[in-house]
T-cell receptor
């Protein structure tokens, strides 16, 4: 597609439920990143996929968070047993040749845990 | 792990003023990013630079690799430039991998 797309754009869920967020990167982009932005806060790194390499999961805040990527396409971020502090905008970005091209960001998924 | 500091945190300017936003980082890198986050939340990459200076329209980004410092300048600022400007650097130095972000500079340009 022309850009990075994310779905859903908004998600409201009850505390304790599981949620799945989806990211469709730009076709051909080998690198994919997930970030989180809490209200009024800066961007926090969550996880980074690069080609067939093992993902860098160092930013995942707890074992309730996991992410998968199928080849060089779609990625899903799963949050189990959601907590109110998980409320944030979850942003996905992708690029090709990391280090030589800037990342392209998706519009984000706004997650609200009630 | 890299630490990225931005200043100022907030900036109010009158239309037409020259704007400077500063960014410093702690671990040597070979590429630094400047991003713009619109009031609606969308994020756009403005620059990725590894040395010297880059210019795009009224925006100019400079970097001094030895001093671990970068600046973003806006000439002839306009109300539509109002946004949060964020610098970001690779977490572990170099140019690849995940990015560490500054806290952002919220710019408001008054007509």
């Amino acid at each position: 597609g022309a850009g990075v797309s994310q779905s859903p754009s908004n998600k409201v869920t009850e505390k304790g439920k599981d949620v799945e967020l989806r990211c469709d990167p730009i076709s051909g982009h080998t690198a994919l990143y997930w970030y989180r932005q809490r209200l009024g806060q800066g961007l926090e790194f969550l996880i980074y996929f690069q080609g067939n390499s093992a993902p860098d999961k160092s930013g995942l805040p707890s074992d309730r968070f996991s992410a998968e990527r199928t080849g060089e396409s779609v990625s899903t971020l799963t949050i189990q047993r959601t907590q109110q502090e998980d409320s944030a905008v979850y942003l996905c970005a992708s690029n090709n040749a990391p280090g030589t091209t800037p990342p392209v960001f998706g519009p984000g998924t706004r997650l609200t845990v009630t | 792990k890299n630490e990225v500091e931005q200043s100022p945190q907030n900036l109010t300017a009158q239309e037409g003023e020259f704007i400077t936003i500063n960014c410093s980082y702690s671990v040597g890198i070979s590429a630094l990013h400047w991003l713009q986050q619109h009031p609606g939340g969308g994020i756009v990459s403005l620059f990725m630079l590894s040395s010297g200076k880059k210019k795009h329209g009224r925006l100019i980004a400079t970097i001094n690799i030895q001093e671990k410092h970068s600046s973003l300048h806006i000439t002839a600022s306009h109300p539509r430039d109002s946004a949060v400007y964020i610098c970001a650097a690779p977490s572990y130095g170099g140019s690849q991998g995940n990015l560490i972000f500054g806290k952002g500079t919220k710019l408001s340009v008054k007509p």
